[in-house]
């Protein structure tokens, strides 16, 4: 109770910190007004519209990808819809505010969050799916497992941190940036750049090193890579705990840009990520981050052209309609089943 | 050794259990249906009244799903969908044409089992992961669809004044009890299809999908149009309970189905056991009795829920009620005549 009402007050007192700004369906206000006309390229509204759309939906985009990467890597190895993930990055989002409101500094706490988070992807794993694996029990058994795991995890959050809107420090943001006319957050670069170079660190890892040669090798034939010498339960722990990493980063990205953290949120961002990686090619890298590309810059313009509410499901009629379509997705391989 | 002993043993008491309930079958039934009969008689309360008729309307979801996940293998994670296509358009017509309950509910079930031929089309290509990801999508769109549209749905706002069924000019509520005997029929109703198509040519073509949908093919079962087929059954079935739920509340709006209620349906046709009818009841009254008892441990009664998810998994994956029958196999009526018009000795030895 003791360690309860210290995390209330810390709590409080980094709501206090940092003071609230508006914020409209995530998008600054300030973001519409005070533009700069300069001479030569001068964008009519709408062009300025777009492109800050596009931004915006490039940004969302890239945080998307990172958290895609997760359920396509666990999806890639367990074939296995880790319906935990929406809840591991909301987990996420709430440890980089319970350590910065212990006067950890902002990037200390968030490496402390993403660390964190890995474990707690490996102890999900340990915990909950490793049993059934060895008990070879069906797959509907794991996917129902992930969604207790997930509803777990959510309602802890909601006992320990409350269920209100908390405020979170926008620690990246560096104003305004004009390019000709048309005004683009810093934030929105600042989400690309990261979010690009933790996807080609991933991908170096994946296709570099050793342990990313067993982690492919364990997809491909888990039984062979066992046979070979691989410690296929090892491989796949360490998968949750880079899934949980990346999906910390995006955490404590998306948290930063929106400002808002609270227990529901991993559960839309979880789907449209989800959405992403199924579009993709679940089980390709760079699928899900074209993917959430996708799924991100449609999202943004579905926002200003067609109502803020029809913003979440456009990701999912593209979803079904490219599974229609194309039903491994953009860039998934085929299953191809021997009899 | 020890654990083989155990297992036997065990099996041993479902058989007993087994063969004491086909001794006592006709009676057991007879108890059952007066218990049920005369339940709202025995002093209960409309709040447990309430209880026992979600029950009963989990129950009809869940059977839906059953025929869809249990017995087709076909796992769809988007069953709120059909609820809330039902729901809505059962109350529509109610609200906007004046339709008798009847009239609406088979509207309703009538569109949900179409989106159910819309969504059962992408099995022509899809499997396993894949088809429930687009179930869930499709559960998602509904609810957007249902939030979006305010000229139709009211939005957020929700559809309010539902009329309560009325059979022969007297209107059923709560506190004259029509409505727990109405559920009773529904109920009752769906189970029985339910056992009827299981029974049936289409149900153990539905199973060969389950079991092994390449074999089933070699077979010469045509396995889309059986997949479909399972899909427009599972969603009448569904939207049913979906209009009468929306008749019962007399309120709905989108956040009435939501990704958890398709979590749950799921949830309750595996702790039932997939693939059984019995496991369905028993299922449904766990879980939806579980939070309103458990009321005592406020926040937490949601986190054990999951853990109760996740150690059932573990621990008994098939189902509280999902073991496989253990009593000798009994040839159907016909086979029995047509063997003993042949040679009594067989049968003896059977």
């Known amino acids: 109770m003791e360690t309860l009402k210290q995390i209330k007050k810390t709590m409080q007192e980094s709501r206090s910190l940092y003071k609230e700004k508006d914020f409209i369906n995530g998008a600054y206000i300030k973001n519409l007004k005070g533009r700069s006309m300069l001479s030569g390229f001068s964008p009519t509204t709408v062009e300025r519209v777009i492109i800050q759309q596009l931004f915006n939906g490039l940004a969302l985009g890239m945080a998307y990808s990172l958290i895609a990467v997760g359920y396509s890597m666990v999806f890639g190895i367990l074939r296995l819809i880790n319906f935990s993930h929406g809840a591991v990055y909301a987990f996420s989002a709430h440890m980089a505010l319970f350590f910065i409101g212990m006067q950890f500094g902002i990037i200390p706490a968030i490496i402390i969050s993403i660390i964190i988070t890995g474990m707690l992807g490996i102890v999900i794993d340990k915990t909950a799916l490793e049993p059934l694996r060895k008990k070879n029990s069906m797959p509907i058994a794991s996917l129902i497992t992930t969604i207790g795991m997930s509803n777990i995890i959510q309602n802890l959050l909601m006992i320990f941190f409350n269920t209100e809107r908390k405020t979170f420090p926008a620690f990246f943001d560096f104003g305004m940036l004009n390019f000709g006319g048309v005004q683009i957050n810093s934030t929105q670069i600042v989400m690309c750049v990261v979010s690009l170079a933790l996807l080609i660190v991933l991908t170096l890892i994946i296709n570099k090193t050793k342990l990313g040669l067993a982690m492919r090798a364990t997809e491909q034939n888990s039984k062979a890579a066992s046979l070979m010498g691989i410690n296929v339960n090892f491989v796949i722990s360490f998968t949750f705990f880079l899934g949980g990493a990346s999906a910390a980063i995006a955490g404590a990205l998306i948290s930063g840009y929106y400002q808002i953290v609270y227990p529901g949120m991993g559960f839309m961002v979880g789907l449209k990520a989800f959405a992403a990686a199924v579009l993709g090619g679940i089980g390709v890298l760079y699928g899900s981050v074209v993917g959430g590309l996708v799924v991100g810059v449609s999202e943004s313009f579905a926002a200003t052209f067609l109502g803020s509410s029809y913003r979440d499901s456009v990701a999912f009629i593209i979803l079904i309609l490219v599974l229609i379509i194309r039903p491994t997705g953009l860039f998934g391989k085929k299953d191809i089943k021997k009899v | ?350």
């Open chain 2, 1 to 350: 050794m020890d654990k083989k002993m155990k297992k036997e043993t065990s099996n041993n008491l479902i058989l007993k259990f087994e063969t004491f309930v086909d001794k006592y079958k006709l009676l057991l039934a007879a108890v059952c249906t007066v218990l049920l009969l005369v339940f709202p008689y025995m002093g209960v309360n409309q709040y447990i009244l309430r209880i026992v008729i979600m029950i009963g309307i989990y129950s009809m979801l869940a059977l839906g799903l059953n025929i869809l996940t249990g017995y087709t293998g076909q796992v769809s994670l988007g069953h709120a969908g059909f609820y809330a296509v039902g729901a809505y358009t059962a109350s529509l017509v109610a609200l906007k044409l004046g339709a008798n309950f009847f009239v609406a509910t088979l509207a309703g079930a009538a569109l949900s089992s179409l989106c159910g031929l819309l969504l059962g089309l992408p099995t022509l290509r899809l499997k396993g992961t894949y088809l429930s990801i687009v179930t869930l999508g499709f559960g998602e769109i509904v609810k957007m669809i249902t939030m979006n549209w305010d000229k139709v749905t009211n939005g957020t706002l929700g559809l309010k004044n539902i009329p309560k069924p009325v059979i022969f000019g007297v209107k059923l509520t709560l506190s004259n009890n029509g409505l727990y005997y109405l559920m009773l029929v529904l109920v009752a109703l769906t189970a029985l299809i339910c056992m009827l198509i299981i029974k049936s040519k289409i149900g153990r073509a539905f199973m060969s999908i389950k079991e092994d949908e390449l074999a089933a093919t070699m077979m010469g079962i045509k396995t889309t149009q059986y997949k479909i087929l399972a899909f427009v059954i599972s969603a009448f079935i569904t939207g049913i309970a979906g209009a009468f739920y929306a008749s019962m509340i007399g309120f709905i709006d989108p956040n009435s189905f939501t990704f958890d209620i398709s979590t749950l349906i799921i949830s309750i046709v595996i702790m039932g056991g997939m693939g059984t009818i019995r496991g369905m009841f028993l299922g449904s009254a766990i879980l939806i009795v579980f939070p309103e008892v458990s009321r005592f441990m406020m926040d937490y009664r949601f986190v054990v829920y999951g853990i109760v998810l996740v150690l059932m998994m573990r621990f008994r994956p098939q189902g509280l009620l999902g073991w496989k029958s253990q009593l000798p196999y009994k040839f159907p009526k016909l086979a029995r005549q047509e063997l003993e018009k042949q040679d009594k000795s067989i049968l003896n030895t059977l």
